[in-house]
C-alpha cells in the first residue's frame, strides 16, 4: 500500500512562490504516473502537473511557466515549486500516483493514491 503526504502549503501574497512536498511511503512507485492537482471550493478537481512514466511532465495551461514539477527519487519525494502565484491559485493541492497502461495506443493513468492535501491560499 502507497501512502502519500503532503506539505509546504500556506499563505502568500500574490506574486509569492511556494513548493510543496510530497512524501511517499509503503511501496514502490517509481513506474508509477505521478501527479499534482488541485480542488478550490465549489469547483471540479484540476489536473495541475502530471508525469507519466515515460519521462514527460504536462502542465495545465493555466500554471505554465509558473509552476515545476519534479521528483527526488532516493527520497521518494515529489516537488511541486509555484512561482508568480496569484489569488486564483488558491486551493487544496492534492499529489497522487497509480499505474499507467495503454489504451487504444494511449496511456492511460489510473490514480489509486492520493494524499490528504495541502492548502495553498493567494492574497490579492
Known amino acids: 500500500q502507497l501512502h502519500l503526504a503532503e506539505s509546504g502549503g500556506g499563505s502568500v501574497p500574490s506574486g509569492g512562490s511556494l513548493r510543496l512536498s510530497c512524501a511517499a511511503s509503503?511501496?514502490?512507485?517509481?513506474?508509477?504516473?505521478k501527479g499534482w492537482f488541485r480542488q478550490a471550493p465549489g469547483r471540479e478537481r484540476e489536473r495541475v502537473a502530471v508525469f507519466n512514466p515515460y519521462g514527460s511532465t504536462t502542465y495545465a495551461d493555466s500554471v505554465k511557466g509558473r509552476f515545476t514539477f519534479s521528483q527526488d527519487s532516493a527520497k521518494n519525494t515529489l516537488y511541486l515549486q509555484m512561482n508568480s502565484l496569484k489569488p486564483e491559485d488558491t486551493a487544496m493541492y492534492f499529489c497522487a500516483a497509480g499505474p499507467g497502461h495503454f489504451t487504444g495506443g494511449s496511456l492511460t493513468c489510473d490514480y489509486d493514491y492520493w494524499g490528504q492535501g495541502t492548502q495553498v491560499t493567494v492574497s490579492s
Open positions: 509503503g511501496d514502490t512507485y517509481g513506474t508509477y504516473c
